[in-house]
């Protein structure tokens, strides 16, 4: 009965880690911080999203920015685009784009950009941990971040 049951225990493990966490229809929830130095300022950057994938390695949705620090916070919502590349279910290189609208404490609204690259290791076949770079541009402001993040991968019911 113990070689039965761990066979199926086995099995059961291959069929859950072979599914495709970045399949067409599963939605992406979660954020990242990321500490980074622009123009002599030092900032703490927070920034939240979800999304769907559209189509197998490619997810769209929204996120949001929190942006602290030498005195100031600024905001800023907009939506993104992320592909990953690879087959692979324990990790996957990424790049992504963002635009976004927002403002400070002491300014009007303002708009920008960014791009991101990192990489997704799959703790388990929902949660990732992310590592990244990130570029920035916010009005005349530009800034290169590194930061890390979590993303689960929910997978949704036929």
């Known amino acids: 009965m113990k070689k039965i049951l761990f066979a ?34 030092s900032q703490f950057v927070a920034r939240p999203n979800i999304g769907v994938f559209v189509a197998n390695n490619f997810a769209i949705g929204g996120q949001g920015y929190l942006f602290t620090g030498d005195g100031f916070t600024s905001w800023r919502v907009g939506p993104f685009a992320r ?5 692979s279910t324990k990790g996957k290189p990424f790049v992504g784009a963002d635009v976004n609208i927002g403002g400070t404490d002491d300014s009007d609204t303002e708009f920008g950009f960014g791009a991101r690259a990192g990489y997704a290791i799959f703790l388990n076949q929902s949660i990732a941990l992310e590592l990244g770079v990130s570029y920035e541009r ?8 590194i930061g890390a993040g979590f993303q689960i991968h929910l997978k949704r019911k036929k």
């Not at 229809?25 to 979660?30: A, S, V």
């Not at 592909?83 to 087959?87: D, H």
């Not at 916010?138 to 971040?145: A, C, Q």
């Open 8 to 41: 199926f225990g086995i099995t059961l493990l291959s069929v859950i880690t072979t599914q495709a966490q970045t399949e067409k229809g599963t939605l992406l929830l979660g954020g990242d911080v990321s500490f980074n130095s622009t123009d002599g300022n």
């Open 83 to 87: 592909y990953y590349f690879t087959q």
């Open 138 to 145: 916010l009005n005349e402001m530009d800034g290169i971040s």
